[in-house]
């Protein structure tokens, strides 16, 4: 019997409608998954069922179709925290994405903090891990600091060590680099902050499409994600915290949904996670993001991890073989999110003339100008692959090099 789990990249392709168009007259090359990644057919149809039969407003009226929007959103909920690894559906809650897990944490956990309370963050963490606890700091006065990076670009592990004292109170990072690539030791920073009393939150946006999370395995306080990084949909993610964490935190937002009872002067709460939960939710999203996290357990991420680790080894041999290729972070054990220069190109121009080839990348500062500060740039081009991605489109991409360098004829 064969029991590899080897991924078929042309049966996942058939997956994605999207990636059989053409863009300017070129079959599309989809290398921007980092910023959002396509939407197979499973998770577009369990959507439009939703929205074709079963919609109605959740947890209020006792008819069919409440019943069946309830059960859709709640089932959605528990397949989403056994997918991370959590035990309790009710340390899971909806958000809009990470952007507003991270908000959601800063403004509530963070509302118990004051100044001469430390945040220890990274210079590698996108803005959404850093602007919310920048917001914190005007409010209640903390302090933050960042660790920076080793001469290779990951993080250095000693200068994280060396920033966490006494008045350290959390720990924030990113799990894997959104231009760097590298995964960071999650679990030996959550036990350095556990070790004087902190928290330990981690941004899992670009870790959870990639690989399988286990936040327990993990121990850290909270992981936030969005769906849409994981072939789901748009305008959704998700908190996973510890229960008694949940518990002690304020509500974030205040309205329908969150609360047990309201009175003209005072409201009660509603348990965990709907505490959290205010208004009408993102259901037919929630749907989605049910689906998306279904679809990569059917795939299997054994098969996931493999592809992409041979396509990014196949892309980086190609790719640092060219002239005037200059790539950002380590060029060994990383994920598929490619930044580089190229030659004197601006970045801009480059994914402007890949464009014309059909060849989507992302340029820019990433949502990282800290990075980029650090690293002296002001953007790269960055080419981000997932599961659905080719060799070919790999050859796709060098062939699009060629054509820039040819058009600006030639590097120095
Ligand atoms: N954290 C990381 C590590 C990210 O890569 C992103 C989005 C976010 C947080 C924010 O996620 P959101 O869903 O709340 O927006 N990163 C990118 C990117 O690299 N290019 O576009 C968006």
Redesign the pocket.
């Known amino acids: 019997m064969n029991t590899t789990l080897a991924l078929d990249v042309d049966r996942v392709r058939a997956d994605f409608p999207i990636l059989s168009r053409e863009v300017h007259g070129k079959p599309l090359v989809y290398l921007d998954s ?2 959002s990644s396509q939407k197979p057919s499973q998770v577009i149809q369990a959507m439009s069922d939703y929205l074709e039969m079963h919609h109605s407003n959740v947890h209020r009226g006792a008819h069919e179709l409440s019943v069946e929007a309830t059960d859709a959103y709640e089932g959605a909920r528990e397949r989403l925290s056994r997918f991370i690894g959590a035990q309790d559906p009710s340390e899971f809650v909806f958000t809009r ?4 897990s991270i908000n959601l944490v800063a403004y509530s956990w963070g509302a118990g903090l004051e100044a001469g309370d430390e945040i220890v963050l990274t210079v590698m963490e ?1 803005h ?2 850093i602007v919310p606890w920048q917001l914190l700091a005007e409010r209640s006065g903390v302090t933050l600091k960042f660790a920076g990076l080793t001469p290779e670009g990951r993080l250095d592990v000693d200068h994280v060590r060396s920033l966490i004292g006494p008045s350290t109170r959390l720990v924030g990072l ?1 799990h894997v680099s ?1 231009s760097l690539g590298v995964t960071n030791p999650v679990t030996e920073v959550a036990r350095l902050a556990h070790e004087v009393g902190a928290l330990c939150l981690v ?1 899992g ?2 870790a959870v499409p990639h690989k399988p999370v286990d936040v327990g395995a993990l121990e850290c306080d909270f992981y936030a994600f ?1 769906a ?2 994981m072939c789901g949909p748009t305008g959704i ?1 998700a908190l996973w915290a510890r229960r008694e964490l949940l518990e002690a935190m304020p509500p974030f937002q205040g309205g329908g949904e969150m609360i047990s009872e309201v009175k003209l002067e005072r409201s009660k709460w509603a348990a965990i996670p709907h505490k959290f939960e205010a208004g009408t939710p993102a259901i037919a999203e929630a749907v989605g993001f049910g689906a998306a996290a279904d679809y990569l357990t059917s795939v299997g991420f054994e098969g996931i991890v493999a592809h992409e680790a041979d396509l990014t080894s196949y892309a980086l041999d190609r790719l640092l073989a060219l002239d005037g290729f200059e790539l950002f972070g380590p060029s060994t054990d990383r994920l598929g999110v490619l930044s580089f220069r190229y030659g004197d190109i601006h970045a801009h121009d480059l994914a402007t003339i890949l464009d014309r080839q059909g060849v989507a990348i ?1 340029a820019g500062h ?2 990282n100008q800290p990075l980029m500060d650090y690293l002296g740039v002001d953007a790269t081009a960055r080419a981000s692959l997932y599961l659905y991605t080719s060799r070919g489109e790999i050859d796709a991409l060098v062939d699009a090099l060629h054509v820039a360098r040819d058009l600006f004829g030639g590097f120095e």
């Open positions: 980092a910023a994405g990470t952007t507003e996108h959404s891990n990113t959104n941004d946006a670009q969005s849409h990084k993610g992302r990433h949502c």
